[in-house]
C-alpha cells in the first residue's frame, strides 16, 4: 500500500528535547538545586506533565518553588523554554517532505502543554505539520497504544499507510506492532535513505 501519512517525532529529531535528564541537571546546577531531590519530585510528576493534566506552574510549584528561592519562576521557565534548539540538517529533509505536497504531514509527539506550544511557534512547525498528536493533547503519551489508534482514527488512516519517524526504539516498536511502517532515526543523512527505501526520494 502506497504511504500516504507521516507521523513524526519532534524532540529528538527536528529539535532538541524539550525538558529531559540533561535539561534539567544544568537548570539544577544554574540554580543550585539539590539533584537527588529535584529528580525525586520530578519523576512521579512527568506522566501527568507529558499528559497535559499538570501545569507548568503546578509542576514548578512540586519541583523547584514549594519552598523560598533566590531566583523568581520567570527565570526558570525562561531557561526551560531557551533549552529548544532546533537540529537543521534534519528539519531540512521534513521540510522538504512536506513540500513535495504528497503526504499528509503530523506530529506525534510526548510533551508538556506550554513546551509544545512554545516549540510549535518558535520553531515555525506548522509549515511543517498540518496536526498535533501531542501528548498533552492526547491525555496519554507513546508508547501506550491508544496514542497510535488515537491518531489513526481521527485521520482515518489504516496503520499500512502510515510511516512513523522516532528516535527512541520502544516507540518505534509499537508504532510496527500496530501495522505502521517506522524509522528508527539516527541522523538527517540516515532519514533520507530510510524515505527512500520506502519509496520517497527527495531532491
Not at 9 to 30: F, I, M, P, Q, Y
Not at 36 to 62: N, S, V
Not at 111 to 122: D, K, M, S
Not at 135 to 163: H, I, N, W
Request: net charge neutral; hydrophobic share 40%.
Amino acid at each position: 500500500m502506497e504511504i500516504t501519512t507521516v507521523l513524526c517525532d519532534v524532540g529528538g529529531v527536528v529539535l532538541t528535547n524539550g525538558w529531559d535528564h540533561d535539561s534539567r541537571r544544568l537548570a539544577a546546577e544554574k540554580f543550585g538545586l539539590d539533584w537527588d531531590e529535584f529528580c525525586r519530585r520530578h519523576d512521579p510528576l512527568m506522566p501527568d506533565f507529558d499528559c497535559g493534566r499538570l501545569t507548568l506552574d503546578e509542576y514548578l510549584g512540586k519541583t523547584v518553588f514549594y519552598r523560598p528561592r533566590a531566583f523568581s519562576a520567570e527565570e526558570f521557565e525562561a531557561f526551560m523554554y531557551a533549552q529548544s534548539r532546533a537540529y537543521p540538517k534534519a528539519r531540512a529533509v521534513v521540510s522538504q517532505l512536506a513540500a513535495t505536497g504528497r503526504y499528509f504531514m503530523t506530529t506525534l509527539n510526548n510533551e508538556p502543554l506550554e513546551l509544545n506550544r512554545y516549540r510549535i511557534a518558535r520553531f515555525g512547525l506548522r509549515e511543517l505539520f498540518t496536526l498535533f498528536f501531542s501528548s498533552c493533547f492526547l491525555g496519554a503519551r507513546k508508547p501506550d497504544p491508544a496514542v497510535y489508534r488515537t491518531a489513526l482514527d481521527v485521520m482515518q488512516r489504516t496503520p499500512e499507510e502510515c510511516l512513523f519517524i522516532d528516535d527512541r526504539a520502544g516507540n518505534i516498536e509499537a508504532a510496527r506492532a500496530l501495522g505502521m511502517r517506522t524509522i528508527h532515526y539516527l541522523d538527517a543523512g540516515q532519514l533520507r535513505d530510510e524515505l527512500k527505501r520506502h519509496g520517497i526520494a527527495l531532491p
